[in-house]
């Protein structure tokens, strides 16, 4: 079993930076691949990027596309969501999720989920 916390969320100015983290007990965090999912009020929960296991391969959705990078550590069990030129519509709850499958963009691909970390932009 893999338990996710997230951290780094807050309220950012438009065009400004923000680094999430997802820290993950366990010492099989290597074998999962993760992902990032946002969820605004009112709209589905949506795929913003996924990382393999050994962090060779990426995936992005297009609205975040050259803004965002995701990456991870798995020496410290943790993955990163770097998110550069955040705007307004980026405003949302940020969540990591984990599974022992491929990477996805389908939030029932994946058994772990962490908490969810706030993210604000005002413009």
């Known amino acids: 079993q893999v338990q996710l916390v997230e951290s780094g969320g807050g309220l950012v100015q438009a065009g400004g930076s923000l680094r999430l983290s997802c820290a993950a007990s366990g010492r099989t965090f290597r074998n999962y691949a993760m992902g990032w999912f946002r969820q605004a009020p009112g709209k589905e929960r949506e795929f913003v990027a996924g990382?393999?296991?050994?962090?060779?391969?990426?995936y992005y959705a297009d609205s975040v596309k050259g803004r965002f990078t995701i990456s991870r550590d798995n020496a410290k069990n943790t993955v990163y969501l770097q998110m550069n030129s955040l705007k307004p519509e980026d405003t949302a709850a940020y969540s990591c999720a984990a599974t022992l499958g491929i990477t996805q963009n389908s939030p029932r691909a994946y058994e772990y989920w962490g908490q969810g970390t706030q993210v604000t932009v005002s413009s």
């Open positions: 990382i393999n296991w050994s962090g060779g391969s990426t």
